[in-house]
């Protein structure tokens, strides 16, 4: 979008409350607060450039939400090429996400961009996001529930005449789904695939809900507002990169996070409601949960759940420290600043970098923390009770209830405070106050731009200065975290990262095998969903070592059932470093592949490997893009690593900027690639590629004989498959399996059972006994042949019978004790099952003399 640059700010800071030494003041009449103390004055543009400890910053984006604030314009929507909308349910946020916007939702919006500013408005009212229940007749589909011509139950809880899930945001995950039965609403924005950038300085003004309220009132407890970042390595829409990674090795970045209950200071005195947090993944330090076997754990810049880390005082080999909370004036607007580069970030609020301020936190990327060396976009959001929002509610150390949230009773010590229990909002004359307001976003970049990691070595297997690997993060030195290796289990656990060991290897894959399983492949270090061409000879190896000496299996694989190897060899490996070299292969059958590294087995339990200079390339060294530490700009093959958004430009150190130089676009002689400016010069047809010199040369000649589906070998297709069906190897079009779907317990509706933290995955449910159930809405079975579920219990002969749709599949039986309640070791138990369909998955617990039956971690759909 064009900005409206205010001129008389071009060059200056903005006057914020409590801060001198400005070079210039813009005076405006305050936003009129009641009975709040000195109000600032409000402006919602600012400058273009900015100085930032004597370096030049350039604005590349912004979101100023219609203008200056109290400008006067009228309602308006949320300008969808930075944002979209999004409902997912996470962090037991008591909440449902909606789309409602207030031109076309005048009475029950949850957003609205009007006076300069954005409102994300929480309502007390019920609403079902989840078409769950297959139905003949609306009897079945209980209040306000109505079957539909589709067959399953819709509902307007809120009684409204619109069906819930047409008010809904959209649910685009993989997991984390939204639940129904929520009895609030809210909203969340993101910027994913929209508005991704890496380092740079960003600055919000907000305020937070309930600042209506009189000057020194306390806020009712309950709201959760957030602006934050999520690495864009874990996007849940793919775009041109590869985003499958999961959280936190996306990395995360709370830049504010406001627990509004602890304005209360009867159960918080110190009144640190504001908070700032950082999350990531990494190698487990001395007493952490992580670093016992089958433990995990985030690490991060806050109570939970490691208390601190050295790197979040920016001191990479310092003790142990952690960001509490900050006490803020709720009432009135504030202005954070998030400052990020190669090195780490600072967050500073009120207190600029622009004007010389002091930051209120700093975090250290060293020590491994690499997702924070990788693009990442925006959220906004305003949540309602959870884990924050009702903080404590996992049991809080009391002597009286009143100690507790909202009067919750206190027995054992403890607070019985739920996700909800602390919400005492009273909605009739305060629920329009719940609302997180939002003045502008903007996200500037250094000028001399920042520093690029460097290529592996491994990239160039001839040494000629082009990439000729297909692995992209070969040596595990790029700052994108999206190419590190994953791990996948069948029976097996355990844990990955990428560390810094050091000397000549520097970053290397470090994999910790707690449970190795039965087989070889029950654990798996692999990267996959690569293209291998039909009749072209490969070359492939990998550098590994163990904690003790074994016998590894490694193997190019199809990536999809029926999952058919195309080579494979065994490898002795060492405690030293040893160089495993495959024999050369030719597939047979143009298709996407995996390089696995199978590490399980009885050997394995207890063990550790590490990964690096993992290589796959063709004989004759063909090109690969080459894109490390890059989003746009040649790939070094012809290609671009990817398109600017309109208004920005690709900068020398291959990230869309603003422009701060004119670029001319150079395509004089060329059809194709790149321009030299972050856009392409063309693109090639189908069975054509483009050379280095920008010329589409054609690649081979296309081959469909006796195929209906699949690769012609020539970059196009000899036909497509229907819905529910997928193209084989041999060009046929056959029946798909689905994708193995977890189902996490804590997630659940529980019944007689609660949640925990713990577990393998997640938390985990415990107290699960006979007549309890624990139960999974909109699950559909059709095509799963079996469902694992991973259980544990001090005692043998625990079941649990597994109902879909009130129909008995079969009974899981513990035959065998695993551990205590209190940190159990916990199995798997597997059951064939044929059931088709969509309905309500239901673990219910058979009565045993011991009362509980199992911890309850997930159920795995196969």
Known sequence: ????????????????????????????????????????????????????????????????????????????????????????????EQQAYTNRECPDHPTNWNYCVEQGKLTILARKEPLD???????????????????????????????????????????????????????????????????????????????????????????????????????????????????????????????????????????????????????????????????????????????????????????????????????????????WGFLWDENGFKIYIDNLPQNGGTPVGTLSIGDNATEFRQPMFLILNNAVGGELGCLGWSGRSCTSSAQCANGAACSGGKCQETPSSCINVDWASQGDKAKLEVDYVRWYHRNSGYTQAAKASCQDSDGNGTADNIIRNCGFNEDYTYHRSDLFFEGGGGLTDVINEGGTRGFVQWVRIDNGGSQPYSVQIRQEGFQLTAGTQYKW????????????????????????????????????????????????ATDTYKFEIDAGGSAGSNTQVYVDDMYLGTTGNACQPECTGKTCGSDGCGGVCGSCRSGTTCSSWGQCTASTSTCTPACSGRVCGSDGCGGTCGTCSSGSSCNSSGQCVSSCVPACSGRVCGSDGCGGTCGTCSSGSSCNSSGQCTSTPPTSVRKEAEAATLTGCFAEAGGDSSGKVVAFEGGDTICWSNVTMTGFTSVVAHVGAPYPNGQAQLKFNNTVLGTYTLSTATGGWSSPQLTNLTLPVSASGTGTLCLVGVTHPNGWIFSVDYLDLK
């Not at 100023?64 to 300008?79: H, P, T």
Request: with cysteine; charged share 15%.
């Open 129 to 335: 996001c989840v078409v769950w229940q297959q139905c003949t007749a609306s009897s079945q589909c209980g209040t306000n529930g109505t079957c539909a011509a589709t067959g399953y139950c819709i509902y307007d809880q809120n009684k409204n005449g619109v069906y819930d899930h047409e008010e809904c945001a959209p649910f685009n995950g993989l997991s984390n789904g939204p639940a129904n039965g929520q009895q609030y609403t809210s909203g969340r924005i993101k910027s994913d695939e929209k508005v991704e950038f890496r380092y740079g300085y960003i600055e919000f003004r907000a305020r937070m809900p309930f600042a209506d309220l009189p000057a020194g009132a306390t806020p009712p407890n309950g709201m959760w507002p957030a602006i934050w970042l999520l690495g864009a390595n874990g996007a849940i829409t793919n775009g041109g990169r590869d985003d499958s990674a999961g959280w936190p090795m996306t990395g995360e970045i709370d830049i504010m996070e406001y627990s509004q209950i602890k304005e209360n200071k009867s159960l918080f005195p110190s009144n640190e409601a504001m908070g700032f947090n950082a999350l990531w993944r990494e190698y487990p330090e001395s007493g952490e949960m992580a670093a016992a076997p089958g433990g995990w754990q985030a690490n991060a810049c806050s109570d939970w759940p490691n208390h601190g880390d050295a790197k979040c005082d920016g001191d990479v080999g310092g003790s142990r420290v952690q960001w509490p909370g900050k006490t803020i004036d709720y009432h009135q607007w504030h202005t």
């Open 541 to 588: 190896k990998v550098d590994l070592k163990s904690s003790v000496a074994r016998t590894l299996p490694i193997k190019i694989a199809q990536a999809h059932d029926p999952w058919g190897v195309v080579s494979t060899f065994n490898c002795n490996v060492g405690t030293g470093w040893t160089t495993c070299t495959g024999p050369n292969f030719t597939p047979s």
């Open 1 to 92: 979008m064009q900005p409206a640059w205010k001129q008389a700010l071009l060059g200056c800071s903005v006057w914020a409350l409590g801060l001198g030494g400005v070079s210039c003041v813009v005076e405006e009449a305050p936003e009129p607060v009641p009975a709040v103390e000195s109000a600032e004055p409000l402006e919602s543009t600012g400058s273009r450039t900015l100085s930032i400890s004597g370096q030049p910053f350039t604005l590349t984006w912004e979101d100023d939400f219609g203008g200056d604030l109290n400008g006067g314009q009228g309602k308006s929507f949320l300008n969808t090429a930075n944002w979209t909308k999004e409902n997912l349910g996470v962090n037991y």
